[in-house]
């Protein structure tokens, strides 16, 4: 077994609309540090493993809690962690943090949180169930039937406005502002005000995070830097800011040799692809 790993499982169909994808993260060495790129929000339980922190693309630096929640991020964070150490967690969709959370994204947005001041001291049994197991299914199934009591009774239809917000940014590498005004009916306040709840961020910095994101994958694929320019980026320096403040990397680094903990997520996400949403596989 490699001394660093990470797993990913797709979600039980009930839960797709919720849940991203369901991942176990492992590395047997005395201490792990790296970049973690812009997400969705994150769900996670730290099963192992000593002190942990994030810093933010801020500057701001807090605590990992032992089951913690990570809002939304619009840039690349740092993580730190003392190992060995094994985290069990699971990517929130918009319709996830809304059903859990009840506060706008936005005020959350890249800042860590301990879950059990949100949903109760509860969660820490689930930790422990978690912390008996060593397989990721055997975790799929725990965290997915405490899930679905967390999420029974919520009305699954008033969730329309994040599934044409996620088709607007899967159906373009530069989605565009003005579609999605056509797509939804709705003014452009009204779009900013329900994507900061929902996602964190105003459509025009969801729509760069996406481009940074789907850049850098296509990068770490193989793809020239110079064969990105025409995908929405003004010039090559433009790229180069784009990618590093939502990726941590530039795109040359991202090209030639990753940071490890890119290389995993990307890779992990990308053997799901046609399981999982684009913006899931394909960023």
Known sequence: ?????????????????????????????????????????????KLDGGVASYRFADGTEQPGPEVQIIGPTTGATRVSVEGPVRVFGAGLQPAGWAALMRVDASALANRVFDATEVLGP??????DQLRAETRIEAMVEIAACHARELLAGIDRTRFGFAEAVDAWLAASASPDVEELVRMTGLSRR?????????YGAPPKLLARKYRALRAAHALAAGAHPADLLDEGFYD????????????????????DHPGLLAQLTMSGRAALAGQVPTLVSDT
């Open 122 to 127: 509860a969660v820490t049994a689930i930790a």
């Open 236 to 255: 090559q320096s433009h790229l180069i800011r784009e990618v590093k403040q939502f990726t941590g990397a530039t795109p040359k680094q991202m090209h």
């Open 190 to 198: 009204q779009l900013e005000r329900n994507c900061k709840a929902l």
């Open 1 to 45: 077994m490699s001394e660093i790993a990470l797993d990913y499982a797709v979600p039980p169909a009930d839960l797709a609309a919720f849940v991203t994808a369901f991942y176990l993260f492992r590395a047997d060495v005395p201490h792990f540090e790296d970049m973690e790129r812009a997400d969705h929000a994150q769900f996670r339980f």
